[in-house]
Protein backbone atom coordinates (compact mmCIF):
# COMPACT_ATOMS: atom_id res chain seq x y z
CA UNK A 1 0.00 0.00 0.00
CA UNK A 2 1.23 3.62 -0.89
CA UNK A 3 1.09 6.29 1.17
CA UNK A 4 2.84 8.75 -0.93
CA UNK A 5 0.92 11.72 -0.06
CA UNK A 6 -1.51 13.74 -2.32
CA UNK A 7 -0.71 17.10 -1.79
CA UNK A 8 -4.52 19.23 -0.85
CA UNK A 9 -6.03 21.94 -2.71
CA UNK A 10 -8.16 24.23 -0.55
CA UNK A 11 -10.57 26.12 -2.54
CA UNK A 12 -12.60 28.87 -1.02
CA UNK A 13 -13.70 31.32 -3.33
CA UNK A 14 -15.09 31.50 -7.03
CA UNK A 15 -11.69 32.36 -8.73
CA UNK A 16 -10.07 29.59 -6.91
CA UNK A 17 -13.15 27.58 -8.44
CA UNK A 18 -12.33 28.68 -11.62
CA UNK A 19 -9.01 28.07 -12.16
CA UNK A 20 -9.30 24.82 -10.38
CA UNK A 21 -12.30 23.50 -13.09
CA UNK A 22 -10.22 24.94 -16.10
CA UNK A 23 -7.11 22.82 -15.14
CA UNK A 24 -8.82 19.64 -14.65
CA UNK A 25 -11.06 20.57 -17.73
CA UNK A 26 -7.74 20.82 -19.59
CA UNK A 27 -6.22 17.77 -17.89
CA UNK A 28 -8.87 15.73 -18.60
CA UNK A 29 -8.98 16.78 -22.61
CA UNK A 30 -5.44 16.14 -22.75
CA UNK A 31 -5.41 12.87 -20.98
CA UNK A 32 -8.14 11.18 -23.53
CA UNK A 33 -7.01 12.93 -26.44
CA UNK A 34 -9.43 12.08 -29.17
CA UNK A 35 -10.88 9.33 -26.79
CA UNK A 36 -13.73 8.22 -25.13
CA UNK A 37 -14.88 8.06 -21.52
CA UNK A 38 -17.42 6.64 -19.38
CA UNK A 39 -18.27 7.69 -16.42
CA UNK A 40 -20.80 6.78 -13.27
CA UNK A 41 -22.96 9.62 -11.95
CA UNK A 42 -25.04 9.15 -8.79
CA UNK A 43 -26.05 12.82 -8.55
CA UNK A 44 -23.71 13.37 -5.34
CA UNK A 45 -21.52 16.24 -5.35
CA UNK A 46 -18.68 14.30 -6.24
CA UNK A 47 -19.64 12.49 -8.85
CA UNK A 48 -21.60 15.55 -10.94
CA UNK A 49 -19.25 17.58 -10.56
CA UNK A 50 -16.93 15.19 -12.20
CA UNK A 51 -19.60 14.76 -14.81
CA UNK A 52 -19.90 18.63 -15.60
CA UNK A 53 -15.96 18.09 -15.82
CA UNK A 54 -15.89 15.66 -18.07
CA UNK A 55 -18.59 16.77 -20.07
CA UNK A 56 -16.72 20.65 -20.39
CA UNK A 57 -13.64 18.70 -21.51
CA UNK A 58 -15.04 15.84 -23.56
CA UNK A 59 -18.77 16.61 -24.67
CA UNK A 60 -20.36 13.81 -25.84
CA UNK A 61 -16.82 11.80 -25.72
CA UNK A 62 -18.16 11.33 -22.65
CA UNK A 63 -21.00 8.59 -21.88
CA UNK A 64 -22.42 9.46 -18.65
CA UNK A 65 -24.32 5.98 -16.48
CA UNK A 66 -26.54 6.00 -13.74
CA UNK A 67 -25.60 2.91 -12.32
CA UNK A 68 -28.94 1.29 -10.72
CA UNK A 69 -27.50 -0.98 -7.97
CA UNK A 70 -30.84 -1.46 -6.42
CA UNK A 71 -28.89 0.62 -3.44
CA UNK A 72 -30.20 3.78 -3.96
CA UNK A 73 -32.84 6.45 -2.19
CA UNK A 74 -36.72 6.42 -3.52
CA UNK A 75 -36.71 7.33 -7.28
CA UNK A 76 -33.29 8.53 -7.30
CA UNK A 77 -32.30 6.93 -10.27
CA UNK A 78 -35.15 8.97 -12.56
CA UNK A 79 -34.60 12.24 -10.40
CA UNK A 80 -31.09 12.45 -10.93
CA UNK A 81 -31.36 11.65 -14.96
CA UNK A 82 -33.68 14.38 -15.22
CA UNK A 83 -31.80 16.94 -13.36
CA UNK A 84 -29.18 16.08 -15.51
CA UNK A 85 -31.19 15.98 -18.66
CA UNK A 86 -32.41 19.59 -17.95
CA UNK A 87 -28.74 20.99 -18.04
CA UNK A 88 -28.31 19.31 -21.50
CA UNK A 89 -26.38 16.11 -20.17
CA UNK A 90 -28.10 12.77 -21.24
CA UNK A 91 -27.99 10.24 -18.57
CA UNK A 92 -28.02 6.60 -19.26
CA UNK A 93 -29.88 4.60 -16.48
CA UNK A 94 -28.67 0.88 -16.39
CA UNK A 95 -30.36 -1.69 -14.36
CA UNK A 96 -27.66 -4.03 -12.41
CA UNK A 97 -29.79 -4.60 -9.58
CA UNK A 98 -30.11 -8.37 -9.53
CA UNK A 99 -25.37 -8.14 -10.50
CA UNK A 100 -25.40 -6.67 -6.91
CA UNK A 101 -28.11 -8.84 -4.61
CA UNK A 102 -26.15 -11.77 -6.32
CA UNK A 103 -22.58 -10.40 -4.96
CA UNK A 104 -24.06 -9.41 -1.79
CA UNK A 105 -26.00 -12.59 -1.25
CA UNK A 106 -25.53 -14.28 2.70
CA UNK A 107 -22.15 -11.59 2.69
CA UNK A 108 -22.57 -10.17 6.74
CA UNK A 109 -18.93 -9.35 7.27
CA UNK A 110 -18.70 -5.15 6.67
CA UNK A 111 -15.76 -4.92 4.32
CA UNK A 112 -16.74 -8.10 2.57
CA UNK A 113 -20.11 -6.15 1.98
CA UNK A 114 -17.64 -3.18 0.65
CA UNK A 115 -15.95 -5.40 -1.47
CA UNK A 116 -18.77 -6.97 -3.36
CA UNK A 117 -19.94 -3.69 -4.50
CA UNK A 118 -16.40 -2.56 -5.45
CA UNK A 119 -16.25 -6.23 -7.66
CA UNK A 120 -19.42 -5.86 -9.19
CA UNK A 121 -18.94 -2.21 -9.79
CA UNK A 122 -15.75 -2.22 -11.27
CA UNK A 123 -15.18 -6.08 -12.23
CA UNK A 124 -18.60 -6.64 -13.60
CA UNK A 125 -20.52 -3.75 -14.45
CA UNK A 126 -17.86 -1.44 -15.60
CA UNK A 127 -16.00 -3.69 -17.39
CA UNK A 128 -18.73 -4.75 -19.77
CA UNK A 129 -19.72 -1.21 -20.41
CA UNK A 130 -15.81 -0.27 -21.42
CA UNK A 131 -16.11 -3.82 -23.05
CA UNK A 132 -19.28 -2.79 -25.32
CA UNK A 133 -18.33 0.70 -25.99
CA UNK A 134 -14.72 2.33 -27.27
CA UNK A 135 -14.11 4.31 -24.21
CA UNK A 136 -10.76 3.38 -22.46
CA UNK A 137 -10.98 6.12 -19.29
CA UNK A 138 -13.38 5.93 -16.57
CA UNK A 139 -13.61 9.43 -14.56
CA UNK A 140 -14.41 9.09 -11.06
CA UNK A 141 -15.46 11.37 -8.27
CA UNK A 142 -13.11 9.81 -5.43
CA UNK A 143 -11.66 12.92 -3.14
CA UNK A 144 -8.86 13.43 -0.87
CA UNK A 145 -10.89 11.70 2.49
CA UNK A 146 -11.54 8.66 0.71
CA UNK A 147 -8.21 8.31 -0.13
CA UNK A 148 -7.23 9.52 3.34
CA UNK A 149 -9.66 6.72 5.00
CA UNK A 150 -8.50 3.65 2.95
CA UNK A 151 -5.12 4.40 3.34
CA UNK A 152 -5.22 4.63 6.87
CA UNK A 153 -6.94 1.20 7.17
CA UNK A 154 -10.12 2.35 8.36
CA UNK A 155 -12.52 1.37 5.77
CA UNK A 156 -11.95 0.70 2.10
CA UNK A 157 -13.37 2.67 0.14
CA UNK A 158 -15.23 1.54 -2.63
CA UNK A 159 -12.98 3.66 -5.22
CA UNK A 160 -9.79 3.68 -4.05
CA UNK A 161 -6.95 1.93 -6.20
CA UNK A 162 -3.99 3.19 -7.04
CA UNK A 163 -3.01 4.22 -3.40
CA UNK A 164 -3.62 0.39 -2.52
CA UNK A 165 -1.14 -0.62 -5.19
CA UNK A 166 -3.60 -1.76 -7.46
CA UNK A 167 -3.80 -0.79 -11.44
CA UNK A 168 -6.96 -0.64 -12.42
CA UNK A 169 -6.00 -1.05 -16.13
CA UNK A 170 -4.78 -4.19 -15.47
CA UNK A 171 -7.40 -5.61 -12.97
CA UNK A 172 -10.51 -4.39 -14.96
CA UNK A 173 -8.98 -3.14 -18.31
CA UNK A 174 -9.40 0.38 -18.43
CA UNK A 175 -7.54 3.58 -16.61
CA UNK A 176 -9.35 5.61 -14.02
CA UNK A 177 -8.81 9.39 -14.28
CA UNK A 178 -9.63 11.43 -10.83
CA UNK A 179 -9.73 15.19 -11.16
CA UNK A 180 -11.03 15.77 -7.55
CA UNK A 181 -8.83 13.50 -5.72
CA UNK A 182 -6.75 17.07 -4.32
CA UNK A 183 -9.82 18.28 -2.67
CA UNK A 184 -11.79 17.28 0.27
CA UNK A 185 -16.42 17.55 0.43
CA UNK A 186 -16.14 21.73 1.48
CA UNK A 187 -14.29 22.60 -1.79
CA UNK A 188 -15.86 20.85 -4.08
CA UNK A 189 -19.51 22.04 -3.17
CA UNK A 190 -17.39 25.35 -4.02
CA UNK A 191 -16.41 23.61 -7.87
CA UNK A 192 -19.62 22.23 -8.22
CA UNK A 193 -21.47 25.51 -7.28
CA UNK A 194 -18.92 27.27 -9.81
CA UNK A 195 -20.08 24.23 -12.64
CA UNK A 196 -23.49 25.48 -12.62
CA UNK A 197 -25.14 22.49 -10.92
CA UNK A 198 -28.08 23.82 -8.99
CA UNK A 199 -28.26 24.17 -5.20
CA UNK A 200 -29.73 20.65 -4.48
CA UNK A 201 -26.91 18.92 -6.22
CA UNK A 202 -23.89 21.31 -5.15
CA UNK A 203 -25.20 21.58 -1.53
CA UNK A 204 -26.56 17.96 -1.17
CA UNK A 205 -25.66 16.26 1.66
CA UNK A 206 -22.99 13.10 1.19
CA UNK A 207 -24.31 9.35 0.33
CA UNK A 208 -21.77 7.36 -0.28
CA UNK A 209 -20.78 5.05 -3.07
CA UNK A 210 -21.73 1.30 -1.56
CA UNK A 211 -25.24 3.44 -1.08
CA UNK A 212 -27.55 1.92 1.05
CA UNK A 213 -25.63 -1.12 1.76
CA UNK A 214 -23.34 0.76 4.30
CA UNK A 215 -26.36 1.93 6.27
CA UNK A 216 -27.65 -2.06 6.67
CA UNK A 217 -26.05 -4.36 9.46
CA UNK A 218 -25.72 -8.16 7.99
CA UNK A 219 -26.94 -9.31 5.19
CA UNK A 220 -28.47 -6.60 2.37
CA UNK A 221 -31.42 -7.99 0.74
CA UNK A 222 -33.82 -5.96 -1.66
CA UNK A 223 -36.10 -6.31 1.07
CA UNK A 224 -33.94 -4.88 4.30
CA UNK A 225 -32.85 -2.34 1.67
CA UNK A 226 -36.75 -1.57 1.37
CA UNK A 227 -36.50 -0.37 5.31
CA UNK A 228 -33.43 1.49 5.18
CA UNK A 229 -35.01 2.86 2.40
CA UNK A 230 -38.48 3.78 3.83
CA UNK A 231 -36.53 5.05 6.90
CA UNK A 232 -33.77 7.32 5.08
CA UNK A 233 -37.14 9.16 3.32
CA UNK A 234 -38.53 9.69 6.20
CA UNK A 235 -35.40 11.16 8.31
CA UNK A 236 -34.12 13.17 5.14
CA UNK A 237 -37.75 14.74 5.43
CA UNK A 238 -37.56 15.49 9.05
CA UNK A 239 -34.03 16.79 9.04
CA UNK A 240 -33.37 18.68 6.05
CA UNK A 241 -33.49 21.73 7.04
CA UNK A 242 -31.53 21.74 10.42
CA UNK A 243 -28.10 22.58 8.87
CA UNK A 244 -26.52 19.34 9.59
CA UNK A 245 -23.59 17.86 7.13
CA UNK A 246 -25.16 14.49 7.43
CA UNK A 247 -28.51 12.43 8.11
CA UNK A 248 -29.00 8.98 7.79
CA UNK A 249 -30.63 6.13 9.25
CA UNK A 250 -28.99 2.11 9.84
CA UNK A 251 -30.71 -0.89 10.05
CA UNK A 252 -29.99 -3.14 12.60
CA UNK A 253 -29.19 -7.06 12.47
CA UNK A 254 -30.67 -7.61 16.41
CA UNK A 255 -34.49 -7.72 16.52
CA UNK A 256 -36.02 -6.70 19.78
CA UNK A 257 -39.36 -7.17 21.24
CA UNK A 258 -41.76 -4.44 20.69
CA UNK A 259 -45.92 -4.64 20.74
CA UNK A 260 -48.33 -3.54 18.54
CA UNK A 261 -51.80 -3.65 18.90
CA UNK A 262 -51.80 -5.65 22.38
CA UNK A 263 -49.59 -8.40 20.17
CA UNK A 264 -46.07 -9.35 21.03
CA UNK A 265 -44.05 -7.82 18.04
CA UNK A 266 -40.38 -9.17 17.38
CA UNK A 267 -39.84 -6.14 15.17
CA UNK A 268 -36.28 -4.60 13.80
CA UNK A 269 -34.35 -1.14 14.65
CA UNK A 270 -33.47 1.57 13.35
CA UNK A 271 -30.99 3.72 14.18
CA UNK A 272 -30.83 7.61 13.45
CA UNK A 273 -27.64 9.55 13.13
CA UNK A 274 -27.18 13.37 12.05
CA UNK A 275 -23.81 14.81 12.02
CA UNK A 276 -22.13 18.30 11.91
CA UNK A 277 -19.14 18.19 10.40
CA UNK A 278 -17.03 20.24 7.56
CA UNK A 279 -15.31 17.65 5.86
CA UNK A 280 -16.17 14.19 7.46
CA UNK A 281 -12.80 14.03 8.75
CA UNK A 282 -14.28 14.43 12.60
CA UNK A 283 -17.97 14.65 13.26
CA UNK A 284 -20.39 15.22 16.21
CA UNK A 285 -24.27 14.55 16.70
CA UNK A 286 -26.64 17.42 15.73
CA UNK A 287 -28.59 18.67 18.72
CA UNK A 288 -32.11 18.00 17.79
CA UNK A 289 -34.89 19.18 19.53
CA UNK A 290 -36.41 16.08 21.46
CA UNK A 291 -39.67 17.13 20.18
CA UNK A 292 -38.18 16.04 16.36
CA UNK A 293 -36.63 13.17 17.51
CA UNK A 294 -39.96 11.93 18.53
CA UNK A 295 -41.52 12.82 15.48
CA UNK A 296 -38.64 11.02 13.93
CA UNK A 297 -39.13 7.85 15.82
CA UNK A 298 -42.96 7.81 15.31
CA UNK A 299 -43.35 7.97 12.16
CA UNK A 300 -40.52 5.59 11.60
CA UNK A 301 -42.14 2.56 13.59
CA UNK A 302 -45.89 3.90 11.98
CA UNK A 303 -44.91 3.93 9.03
CA UNK A 304 -42.02 1.71 7.88
CA UNK A 305 -43.21 -2.02 8.61
CA UNK A 306 -41.77 -4.26 11.04
CA UNK A 307 -39.71 -1.57 12.92
CA UNK A 308 -40.49 -1.12 16.63
CA UNK A 309 -37.54 0.46 17.82
CA UNK A 310 -35.69 3.81 16.90
CA UNK A 311 -32.83 4.88 18.55
CA UNK A 312 -30.76 8.08 18.30
CA UNK A 313 -26.73 8.02 17.94
CA UNK A 314 -25.07 10.93 20.71
CA UNK A 315 -22.04 9.51 19.88
CA UNK A 316 -18.93 11.67 18.29
CA UNK A 317 -16.62 10.53 15.00
CA UNK A 318 -14.18 9.31 16.13
CA UNK A 319 -14.56 6.66 17.71
CA UNK A 320 -17.32 6.29 15.76
CA UNK A 321 -18.06 7.01 11.77
CA UNK A 322 -20.43 8.72 9.53
CA UNK A 323 -22.00 5.67 7.88
CA UNK A 324 -22.47 2.23 9.74
CA UNK A 325 -20.08 -0.38 7.78
P1 LIG B 1 -17.26 7.48 7.37
O1 LIG B 1 -18.38 6.49 7.53
O2 LIG B 1 -15.99 6.83 6.93
O3 LIG B 1 -17.69 8.42 6.18
O4 LIG B 1 -17.08 8.34 8.58
C1 LIG B 1 -17.02 9.61 5.83
C2 LIG B 1 -17.77 10.22 4.67
O5 LIG B 1 -17.56 9.42 3.50
C3 LIG B 1 -18.80 8.88 3.04
N1 LIG B 1 -18.49 7.48 2.70
C4 LIG B 1 -18.23 7.05 1.48
N2 LIG B 1 -18.24 7.70 0.29
N3 LIG B 1 -17.63 5.71 -0.81
C5 LIG B 1 -17.96 7.01 -0.84
O6 LIG B 1 -18.01 7.57 -1.94
C6 LIG B 1 -17.60 4.98 0.32
O7 LIG B 1 -17.31 3.80 0.32
C7 LIG B 1 -17.93 5.70 1.52
N4 LIG B 1 -18.00 5.33 2.83
C8 LIG B 1 -18.35 6.45 3.52
C9 LIG B 1 -19.77 9.00 4.19
O8 LIG B 1 -21.11 9.07 3.75
C10 LIG B 1 -19.28 10.25 4.86
O9 LIG B 1 -19.76 11.42 4.24
Not at 28 to 50: F, P
Not at 184 to 202: C, F, M, W
Not at 294 to 307: D, L, S, W
Amino acid sequence: MTTEKIEEIKIQNPSQAKDFIDKQTAAISCAVGQGYAINALSGGVDSSAVTMLGHRALENRLKTYFIDNGLMRENEPQQIASTFEQLGINVEIWDVQKQFFDALRGVTDPEKKREAVTQTFYRDVFADLVRGSQCKYLLQGTILTDVDETVAGIKRQHNVFAQLGIDPEKEFGYQILEPLVQIRKDSVRKVAQALGLPELIYDRIPFPGPALATRIIGEVTPERVQTVRQATKIVEEELCNKGAFQYLAILHQDRVTGMRDGKRDYGQQIEVRCWDSIDARTATPTQLPYGLECKVANRITQEVPGVVSVTYNRTSKPPSCIEAI
